[in-house]
Nanobody
Framework: QVQLVESGGGLVQAGGSLRLSCAVS????????IGWFRQAPGKEREFVAA?????GSTYYADSRFTISRDNAANTVYLQMNSLKPEDTAVYYC????????????????WGQGTQVTVSS
């Protein structure tokens, strides 16, 4: 059973930065993708970024964000810069086998989410 635990959310002023972490455990596949998604109140969950664990290919919806991984710590990070109030949402990390997908429906395991609030 794959488990994902997010951390690092909080309140930040517009223009500021945050780094989210996603600790991954229980996985056995060698080829898988970790994605970050977000969901604001009243909106659908949307793709933010993803990284293919083997090889490190990355995929983004927004160039202000950078996804990276620490193999030894089994952790994926999402560095978010130049934050805007519209970035306010619950951010989730998720796991899927194989290569990236931009659709949340293809991710099988999800963390509990971490709240990011950007004040104007």
């Amino acid at each position: 059973q794959v488990q994902l635990v997010e951390s690092g959310g909080g309140l930040v002023q517009a223009g500021g930065s945050l780094r989210l972490s996603c600790a991954v455990s229980g996985h056995t596949l060698s080829r898988y993708t970790i994605g970050w998604f977000r969901q604001a109140p009243g909106k659908e969950r949307e793709f933010v970024a993803a990284i293919l664990w083997s090889g490190g290919s990355t995929y983004y919806a927004d160039s202000r964000f950078t996804i990276s991984r620490d193999n030894a710590a089994n952790t994926v990070y999402l560095q978010m810069n130049s934050l805007k109030p519209e970035d306010t949402a619950v951010y989730y990390c998720a796991y899927k086998s194989g290569t990236n997908s931009y659709s949340s429906r293809e991710y099988a395991y999800w963390g509990q989410g971490t709240q990011v609030t950007v004040s104007s």
